[in-house]
């Protein structure tokens, strides 16, 4: 199956793209870079009976054969190469024989890093994310509205359909994110989606080395991440390891008959997450979750089968180095094997210590998502190197605590419960902390369209401890009433689109609660971004008093004081409740009113309000 082929070696190659041969139809990685940490790289080949090459002669300096490995399909190659230390920039030829009959022949190029790449910052708590869904953003390119050989063309009419919005759109409104305050852009996949309909979200991925010609091209990927890293703004990929789109061009020729779980015929995952850390678990119900499909338009990989597994690895660590990213965002983190995932996050840090990865892992749960978190100490001695997760039970407590009146075991309390399980995770203060995104109802909807709870909620999305992320449209109270139809969830941005009526952009056509709105949110993330207290420091909260909770975010030179009021009557508290924080400092200066308190007298706060100060 797998079978070793005899290898002639020479020293030295560099990769180029897809091949020009006749015989090989393209090569993944399409290309590699010079001088990585990894001192191994696996081509897959393919192309018609590719399979039967017996030896690969390289005409290039640094690089070396040292394995080839057939595949079921007679249609693939997996060339196995030792990159040496010598290894530089170039191209150089990959040249196929079998029975020392010249087979095939190609280049493949071999790149220069850009400076300082391995060591690349990934995002943290000192940004600030804005979620974008690229179809539903701007439509910035009316001409790749239909392309050719893809079926799907724009309908704005459908919710569920492509509405044209593109990597150009993001591209032509990047000082407008930038002005808001965001730091970090997380756009939903921008990869190949070559399905029938419904495609537009992008996580059905028809080829992992390609963005979707109706998003852009790679060129332009690589464009909007340059732009936006001239304004200050990191550029973080979704990527999808668990699944691809039954459009896959590899679904008609599988290289191995194991590459798709369940012998590539759906069978439903049970999504009992709970499943993999149950110390009680069948094995059977963790076969279930982790090799079923999500639907049968998305075909579950198989990560055990090694080639696949170091395919998947190197494609993320090729758009990490290729498109000069930020970071990473893992769709559905826990379905894939769970060898697997600790294997892949090692391999991803190993090359870029200090990225930032963070994994989906929807569980409200605090046990469940902290298990995945680098450092956590497991029962099971698990170990992962993903340094964040999506704090889903953070997003449910700040919902639950904004929603239900307050009583004693409900309103602020809640949030205040939901923190104090902060001990469960290896590192709370890296985790990213949302008010909502592209899978579940707006958070204007979700807190009935109270504007005060509205604020609350970004007033603790900006200020609590986490890497906070907000998604489009949040700053104009976009909303879907009546529904949670995903499709109407992920509403058109106004003014993306030529000849709308209303422009958020340029705030033309905006309600006057929306302006507020929008400017309110705009001063509290420039505030934050110069806020040293709130995007590092340590968090120390006080139990609610009376529907009032307080909290701290403080360094040794800083401290920043939030009090929200979730009650309905004016509340007074008196300062020596919190003299552990205010030991040192006399006044308050309120951010937003500019007046400053002296921290002698009584703290007030008005009913359904939310204060921060900063403390003098």
């Not at 929807?362 to 170990?383: C, M």
């Amino acid at each position: 199956m797998n079978r070793l082929r005899s290898i002639i070696f020479v020293a030295a190659i560099t990769v180029f793209g897809y091949a020009e041969g006749a015989d090989i139809d393209r090569i993944e990685p399409p290309f590699w870079w010079a001088g990585m940490k990894s001192d191994t790289l696996q081509l897959m080949v393919y192309g018609e009976d590719i399979g039967s090459t017996d030896s690969v002669v390289i005409d290039g300096p640094g690089v070396s054969v040292t394995q080839l490995h057939s595949a079921d399909s007679p249609n693939y190659l997996f060339v196995d190469l030792k990159l040496k230390d010598a290894l530089s920039a170039q191209s150089v030829s990959l040249n196929f024989y079998a029975d020392q009959q010249l087979l095939a022949s190609t280049q493949y190029i071999f790149k220069s890093r850009r400076p300082n790449s391995a060591e690349r910052k990934g995002f943290s708590a000192q940004d600030v994310i804005y979620l974008i869904t690229p179809d539903r953003f701007a439509n910035g390119d009316l001409h790749n509205d239909r392309v050719k050989g893809l079926s799907e063309g724009v309908n704005r009419d459908n919710p569920g359909g492509r509405h044209g919005g593109d990597i150009a759109g993001v591209i032509q409104n990047l000082d407008y994110l930038a002005d808001m305050g965001f730091t970090q852009l997380w756009l939903n996949p921008v990869l190949e989606n070559a399905q029938e309909d419904y495609s537009y979200h992008g996580y059905s991925t028809t080829d992992f080395y390609r963005v979707d010609p109706r998003m852009g091209s790679n060129q332009l990927y690589v464009s909007l991440s340059n732009q936006a890293s001239e304004k200050g703004l990191g550029l973080i990929k979704d990527i999808i390891l668990n699944h691809c789109g039954s459009g896959h061009w590899w679904m008609n020729d599988l290289p191995f008959t194991d590459w798709i779980n369940y012998n590539a015929s759906f069978s439903p995952t049970s999504h009992r997450r709970e499943s993999l850390r149950d110390p009680h678990a069948a094995e059977i119900d963790k076969q279930e979750f982790s090799d079923g499909w999500f639907v049968p338009t998305m075909p579950d990989l198989n990560q055990r089968n090694r080639f696949m597994a170091r395919y998947l690895m190197q494609n993320s660590i090729w758009w990490i180095e290729y498109a000069g990213l930020s970071g990473i965002r893992v769709d559905t983190y826990s379905y894939p094997d769970k060898t697997f995932l600790s294997d892949w996050s090692q391999a991803v840090m190993t090359e870029y210590p200090n990225l930032n990865i963070v994994g989906e892992e929807w569980s409200e749960n605090p046990a469940v998502v902290a298990y995945w978190q680098e450092g956590k100490q497991t029962f099971d001695g698990y170990q992962s190197f993903t340094p964040s997760m999506m704090d889903f039970p953070w997003q449910r407590a700040l919902l639950n605590s904004l929603n239900n009146p307050e009583s004693w075991g409900e309103g602020m309390v809640q949030m205040y419960q939901a923190l104090s399980n902060d001990f469960l995770y290896a590192d709370p203060y890296n985790l990213v902390i949302f008010p909502d995104n592209h899978d579940m109802s707006r958070i204007y909807t979700s807190l009935n369209e109270n504007y005060e709870h509205w604020k609350m909620a970004m007033i603790m999305t900006l200020t609590l401890r986490g890497i906070p992320q907000i998604y489009y449209g949040t700053e104009i109270l976009m909303t879907n009433p009546g529904t949670d139809d995903h499709g109407v969830i992920r509403t058109d941005f106004p003014g993306g689109w030529p000849n709308d009526q209303v422009n958020a952009f340029t705030a033309e056509g905006l309600t006057e609660r929306q302006v507020e709105a929008q400017e309110f949110l705009k001063f509290w993330l420039n505030w934050r971004k110069n806020n040293a207290a709130v995007k590092q420091g340590k968090l120390m909260h006080y139990a609610p008093r009376d529907g009032v909770y307080v909290y701290f975010r403080y360094t040794d030179d800083t401290s920043v004081m939030v009090m929200i009021n979730h009650s309905d009557s004016a509340q007074s508290l008196d300062p020596e409740i919190f003299e552990q924080r205010l030991a040192g400092f006399n006044q308050a200066h309120d951010v937003a009113s500019g007046k400053t308190t002296t921290l002698s007298q009584a703290l007030r706060s008005q009913a359904q309000s939310v204060s921060v100060y900063e403390l003098q």
